[in-house]
């Protein structure tokens, strides 16, 4: 099953958001939080790639981001996980990764397409 890395620049957003994607459409999904840094608000290179490892059962890791400097960590850290393959999702975080959540639970989803699913919500309106 395709893993989700959560990076946000809060630990506590991190973990609601992982919280909600499960409870709303991940099923069994491996959804692991790695948000703040050893100081508090900010993203780390080493927590987001043992996210990724933890969340990486063979199948490949998607990471779904905040904004500024998560990229560039998540990226840092993509280099860092050797032995897993991942890929930054370009989608709002809360959005992408509920998406990404039900298309992990598809017995057809593969990276591209967990990706394309999360990359979907950034057409969402939330009013008309």
């Avoid at 099953?1 to 992982?18: F, P, R, T, Y």
């Avoid at 790695?34 to 059962?57: N, Q, Y």
């Amino acid at each position: 099953m395709i893993g989700l890395v959560v990076v946000s620049h809060s630990a506590k957003a991190a973990e609601g958001i992982a919280e909600v994607a499960a409870q709303m459409g991940g099923g069994n999904a491996r959804i692991v939080p790695a948000g703040g840094d050893e100081d508090g608000i900010g993203t780390s290179p080493d927590r987001i790639r043992e996210g990724i490892e933890e969340a990486d059962d063979g199948d490949g890791v998607v990471v779904l981001v905040d904004l500024g400097s998560a990229v560039m960590n998540a990226e840092l850290a993509i280099e860092m996980a050797m032995d897993s393959e991942a890929v930054i999702a370009d989608a709002p975080i809360l959005e992408g990764t509920l998406n990404a959540a039900v298309e992990t639970t598809s017995k057809k989803a593969t990276l591209d397409s967990v990706v394309e699913r999360a990359e979907d919500a950034r057409d969402y309106r939330k009013l008309n």
